[in-house]
């Protein structure tokens, strides 16, 4: 357990589907980040929160809709997604402006059928 | 852009010591060299970091040139679960920054 939280583990959804994929974090930190890891491919930043506001969005698909409500929660809608979107989704928490690392999550695996 | 380095694989016996290199030679004077690795399918877990010292923590030992254009991350006795994919990061820790990952170097430890 390392802090950030990440709901569900597993997902499989059709490409019609709406779902969520939410992060949690205890740590006290103020910023917060979605990365995707498609198979084989290196960590993708899609999206930056610092203190709730949105600073990044790196050109990911509106079909894609972050969500932060507070400085604790994160969250990830979904609705019609491609099974290209398949990827391990990863949720992360830094205390942005201190050099302290990033903590992850143990990640949602997304499949999309 | 990862502004990194690293070699795509490398192996090591169980029980010797890790060295694994990187290359950052843009490296600008605020920025930071990170390390983290990534076990199968679980989320990146930071090892250490240092901006110009060698550090040492509990899991590895960082060691930075003088030039800070390289630097060396050292697991003293590997073991089986040190098999990971291992990033090396350059990061300014301000307000605005962010982690841009890399490939990593595949970290394959044999008994």
């Known amino acids: 357990e390392t802090g950030v939280t990440q709901t569900p583990r597993h997902l499989v959804m059709g490409m019609t589907n709406k779902k969520s994929l939410k992060c949690e974090q205890h740590l006290g930190h103020n910023a917060m980040y979605w990365y995707k890891q498609s198979a084989k491919k290196p960590l993708e930043l899609m999206f930056v929160?610092?203190?709730?506001?949105?600073?990044e969005n790196n050109s990911v698909p509106s079909r894609f809709s972050p969500e932060c409500p507070n400085s604790s929660h994160l969250f990830l809608h979904l609705h019609t997604l491609q099974p290209e979107d398949s990827a391990l989704y990863l949720c992360?928490?830094?205390?942005?402006?201190?050099?302290?690392?990033?903590?992850f999550g143990s990640g949602t695996r997304l499949t999309v059928v | 852009d990862a502004k990194t380095t690293q070699p795509t694989s490398m192996d090591c016996a169980e029980g010797r010591a890790a060295n694994l290199p990187c290359n950052h030679s843009t490296i600008s004077g605020n920025e930071y060299v990170y390390w983290y690795r990534q076990i199968h399918s679980q989320g990146p877990q930071y090892i250490i970091h240092g901006l110009k010292n060698n550090e040492t923590n509990e899991m590895a030992s960082l060691i930075i040139t003088e030039d800070r254009k390289s630097s060396t991350l050292i697991l003293p006795h590997a073991t089986l679960r040190d098999t990971a994919v291992y990033y090396c990061?350059?990061?300014?820790?301000?307000?605005?920054?962010?982690?841009?990952f890399g490939k990593g170097t595949r970290l394959h430890i044999l008994p």
């Open positions: 929160y610092n203190f709730k506001e949105q600073t």
């Open positions: 992360a928490s830094s205390q942005a402006g201190s050099n302290y690392g990033y903590t």
């Open positions: 990061i350059v990061r300014v820790a301000d307000r605005d920054d962010k982690i841009i």
